[in-house]
């Protein structure tokens, strides 16, 4: 089981309801377990949600309370993205799965880029929150563009997250 951004199978969840579709996360889909995921949505936010970026750094830096996710008119997200990142780890441990495909530059997806909270469109280097969040306790993220093999991930993968406890 591994879990992928539902926008990369084509679902409209995006903030503009519109997806990422990608023919290759599709493909593999047809051969292996996969479980959407929208983790704004399991945050809260209603859909559309509006267009929100990390203000003053990178998702690590919201998990250490040093930036903030607003939309470009200051209303603050933070809370949001961070219980959407819980619930995304949650699923992930409750499921059991093996790794997280998630679309690049996201807020809360982002893998190895993300906005600069400027909203002029330029893209920095970082993870967005819930990329951060699930790789802190050890969760592999991947990319959709760079996807090892997945019998690499079935052999790299194969034990079950030590981290993952369950809930009181």
Known sequence: MYLVQASLLGTNC???QRNNYDQPVVDLARRYRMFPVVPE?????????PPTEIVGG??????EYRARVKDKD???YTRQFLFGSEETYYLYCLLEAKAVIFHDKSTSCGVHRIHN???SGTLIAGEGVTTAYLRQRGV???C??????????????AQRNP??????
């Open 117 to 119: 909270g400027q909203f």
């Open 74 to 76: 200051g209303n603050d």
């Open 163 to 168: 981290l993952c406890q369950p809930r009181s």
């Open 144 to 157: 959709q563009w760079h996807l090892p093999s997945m019998e690499t991930l079935e052999l790299d993968h």
């Open 58 to 63: 990178t998702g690590v830096d919201v998990l």
């Open 14 to 16: 995006r903030y503009n």
């Open 41 to 49: 949505m399991l945050g809260g936010m209603g859909r559309p949600f």
């Open 140 to 142: 592999p993220v991947y």
